[in-house]
């Protein structure tokens, strides 16, 4: 199964918004907005329907409920709410699922017809209040079925019970949902194994268990760690456990445990890293030790009192040769990865069957911009399979174009710019109202910007430096020549481009004249229609761009008028039946294979003259470029 939207009514600031997921083959979506624009809160919404107990307690919920039902109604009417709190999710369900759904009811003596099960079904989950005071939660599967049980032989409608029991069916084959707040990622200098520390200790206990599940060995912390430094004979005063735990065989028994979780650390972590960093962790290794403390329980009064039932923590360390460095030592950047890395690797594998979607909450906003692009680089391996990931991010480092028909502008009424800063201590509350758009949305608000990029630049408020305005660049005439290009670029293995799609071939006047201006080194590419001519002439006459610096793609392959001429019949029917259309792809299909193939890191040969071509008109513009 995978999530196809969510649909967020009265949670917190938002009124009503559609989280559309349902973009081909794409499985990451950035979310992108300014600090305070609701991002988190758009994360804590999806995470609600399907809380992961690692992280339902860090944002204060228990296991099940993620963030708790009296902090989600509308902060403004949070002691006269009346009305319904509600997460709806609509879930595609496969011919697998269908029939891995039917043999988990017929165990119980439930017969679905699964001829008559959708290929998508939704459910949801609310909570109703009354004058801000919770009254109860719901969760309901919208679907309606026929069932037959024992010798009937007639299809009948369901009873409550049986509803409820499909509903958990059907619940249980939907992706798990995993939360990471950013604070999660600052690695602790020690993980308590009992049920010792704060929140945090408690979900890294959980990711160590999780390392100990992927072992194999069955190990689990209370049984084969915890119940051997409270076995009856130890459960004595601190100076007396130090004496007999010395010679108790129970520390090695321990060590043996945690020795092990250290191997499948070192294996996979640093196996891992290779595959999708590229760096070698060769003669690097995961080392895992243990050491006791005095007991203590904190009673309800606060005041800590000591006990008899000592606690054990753990600590992770890097061995490199012969030098050992303690994790929560090493650099901010080593840190968060090594975090990144066991979270992403270790939860996927507690159940290799079922989908797993990420949420990360501006990951890697402390790290610098070098480290934030290894980030995003590093996300098509993570979801591989039928996983997803959403990530928040205010960073334009953490934005790849390639992702930009999937990513989502998150906008809120109350965050518009405003005169002073003064004013938005008048801003109430009721002036929330936290949307999730689509960039292909947003950017029809923005229908005079001239570069395709530029709604989401100015959306994050981005200033160029002194740097960035004599960095070189490609403007092309649009989105297609633009997908096109970075296809043709991964397919053949070419030097990155600095490309930026334009909205037109008439709409670069704002660019020509920076370029003019300030002495920029621009090359402004159109197409070789009479369009693309015609603005090739105004531009060097009305604005003085040298012709060197205002070319058609004509200049460059004169057989090729406009992008779409690079492919030729055999590249468009890889294409038509890629995405199994009956007839010959069209612009709008081509440009879709495109971002689609790029979004899911699936690149596909097109055979020998697209090739031909392609190598042509990137290897000339790299020339160029360069002049």
Request: charged residues 25%; proline residues 4%; neutral net charge.
């Amino acid at each position: 199964m995978r999530y196809k939207s969510f649909r967020i009514v009265n949670f917190k600031g938002i009124k009503d918004t559609t989280i559309d997921l349902d973009a081909g083959h794409a499985a990451v979506f950035p979310f992108v907005g300014l600090n305070e624009s609701g991002k988190t809160t758009i994360l804590e919404a999806i995470h609600s329907f399907s809380p992961d107990p690692a992280t339902s307690e860090l944002v204060g919920g228990d296991e099940t409920s993620g963030v708790p039902y009296k902090f989600r109604v509308p902060r403004h009417l949070i002691s006269s709410f009346t009305g319904r709190v509600s997460v709806i999710a609509t879930v595609s369900v496969s011919k697998t699922n269908a029939h891995a759904i039917e043999l988990f009811l017929s165990r119980s003596g439930i017969i679905i017809d699964r001829s008559k099960v959708p290929n998508e079904v939704v459910f949801e989950r609310h909570q109703d209040f009354v004058n801000g005071d919770f009254q109860k939660s719901s969760f309901a599967l919208k679907l309606s079925m026929q069932v037959k049980t024992g010798k009937q032989k007639k299809w009948r409608a369901p009873t409550a019970a049986e509803i409820d029991y499909i509903r958990d069916a059907f619940y249980a084959f939907t992706p798990d949902i995993a939360y990471f707040p950013t604070f999660v990622f600052d690695f602790p200098k020690t993980i308590y194994l009992t049920n010792k520390g704060n929140k945090v200790d408690k979900f890294y206990r959980r990711v160590f268990q999780d390392i100990l599940d992927y072992d194999g060995q069955g190990h689990k912390i209370t049984d084969n760690i915890v119940r051997r430094i409270r076995e009856p004979d130890m459960v004595v005063p601190w100076t007396s456990f130090l004496g007999i735990f010395g010679r108790h065989d129970a520390r090695e028994k321990i060590q043996h445990v945690i020795d092990r979780a250290g191997a499948v650390v070192t294996k996979v972590v640093f196996g891992r890293w290779n595959e999708i960093f590229g760096e070698s962790a060769q003669g690097k290794e995961v080392t895992i030790s243990f050491d006791t403390e005095e007991g203590t329980i904190t009673e309800t009064s606060g005041t800590i009192k000591k006990t008899n039932e000592h606690d054990i923590f753990i600590k992770f360390q890097i061995k490199d040769g012969t030098r050992r460095f303690a994790v929560n030592d090493r650099s901010l950047g080593f840190r968060w990865f090594f975090a990144f890395m066991l979270f992403t690797q270790f939860r996927v594998a507690r159940n290799e069957s079922q989908n797993m979607l990420f949420l990360f909450d501006e990951p890697a906003s402390n790290l610098h911009a070098a480290a934030q692009q290894k980030l995003i680089d590093s996300f098509p391996e993570i979801v591989k399979g039928e996983h997803t990931l959403i990530y928040t991010t205010h960073s334009h480092y953490m934005i790849e174009p390639k992702w930009l028909e999937q990513t989502f502008i998150v906008t809120n009424r109350s965050d518009t710019p405003l005169k002073s800063v003064l004013e938005a201590i008048s801003l109430d509350d009721e002036s929330l109202d936290i949307k999730a758009n689509r960039y292909r949305a947003f950017i029809d608000l923005h229908p005079n910007k001239t570069s395709y990029f530029q709604p989401i630049l100015d959306r994050l408020e981005v200033i160029p430096s002194r740097f960035d305005i004599k960095k070189s660049s490609i403007v092309l005439e649009g989105k297609s020549d633009y997908y096109v290009l970075r296809y043709a670029k991964e397919l053949l293995k070419k030097r990155e481009l600095p490309l930026l799609p334009g909205l037109g071939a008439g709409t670069f006047g704002a660019l020509v004249a920076l370029h003019v201006g300030w002495n920029l080194k621009f090359l402004f590419v159109l197409d070789g229609d009479k369009q693309g001519k015609n603005e090739k002439k105004r531009y060097e006459t009305e604005f003085g761009v040298p012709p060197d610096r205002v070319i058609t793609i004509t200049d460059i392959v004169p057989s090729v008028s406009v992008i779409e001429d690079l492919f030729d019949v055999d590249a468009l029917d890889i294409i038509k039946n890629t995405l199994n259309i009956n007839e010959r792809p069209k612009k709008g299909q081509i440009l879709r294979f495109c971002q689609e193939s790029l979004a899911s890191d699936n690149v596909i040969p097109l055979g020998e003259e697209f090739n031909k071509l392609a190598s042509i008109v990137l290897e000339d513009l790299e020339k160029r470029l360069a002049v």
